[in-house]
């Protein structure tokens, strides 16, 4: 009998099973482990020019498994830089691009300065601020003006965001004078804001949510115009065959 056909034992099959918590991690576990054995035999070839063509070769798997980015400008320099990384930098093969190193990958990025700002009056946000630092520098004049009455304007608009009652325009113009230090003055000025009743409805509206795009309305059983419910098909309750 030859010997390509012996018959296997069921036990010593089951017993040399393997189990993904006995495996080892997969470092990129998008391309799945039978790649990743396939970067790990070439990784113990010793010829130097079978090793560079078996990392070629699986550079060409990794592209047919991302065919919509073979477009993508910098791709193989993306699949060079994985094979390294799931060889655990283990491979030695000449690459076209740069080789990575542990060491960069590693480097965690600076902290961000997030700007800590606590303002006296939180509702009105870090931008009137900044525009009212803006305004402060800007000359007097028509445009200077124009500018004081819109960022007055947008504060009662974010005050009423937070105090849906009222506010009185000698409110907004206090708390202006105590933002801008003292240099933008409205509160003896005869000028007047937006209606609160016109700025409510402007809330109400952007605070409306619209329906997401692709999701299906939920239509009634009546006839928008008759109020009459809709007439059934006469196949709709037909019994299939």
Partial sequence: MN????????NDVVHH?????????LIIPEYGRHLQKLI???????????????AKYIIQVMGSLNPHLRDVPDFQHKLWDQIFIMSDFKLVADSPYPIPSREVLQLKPDVLKYPQNFPKYRFYGNNIKYMIDVANKWE?????????????????????SWNKDTVKDDVI?????????????????????????????????????????????????????????????????RKPL
């Fill in 3 to 10: 010997s390509k056909y012996i018959k296997e034992n069921s």
């Fill in 17 to 25: 099973l393997e189990y993904n918590a006995e495996r080892s991690h």
């Fill in 40 to 54: 790990d035999q070439a990784t113990k070839i010793e010829d130097d020019v079978e090793r560079n063509k078996a």
């Fill in 140 to 160: 007097d004049g028509e445009m200077k003006s124009a500018l004081v009455k819109v960022i007055a304007n947008h504060m009662k608009k974010s005050y009423l």
């Fill in 173 to 237: 113009f206090e708390h202006l004078y105590e933002l801008s230090d003292g240099k933008l003055n409205l509160i003896q000025s005869t000028e007047e804001l937006l209606n609160t009743t016109d700025l409510l409805r402007t809330n109400k509206r952007v605070s409306n949510k619209i329906l997401p795009v692709g999701q299906p309305k939920i239509l009634s059983n009546k006839n928008t115009k008759t109020g009459k419910p809709n007439p059934v098909h006469k196949n709709q309750n």
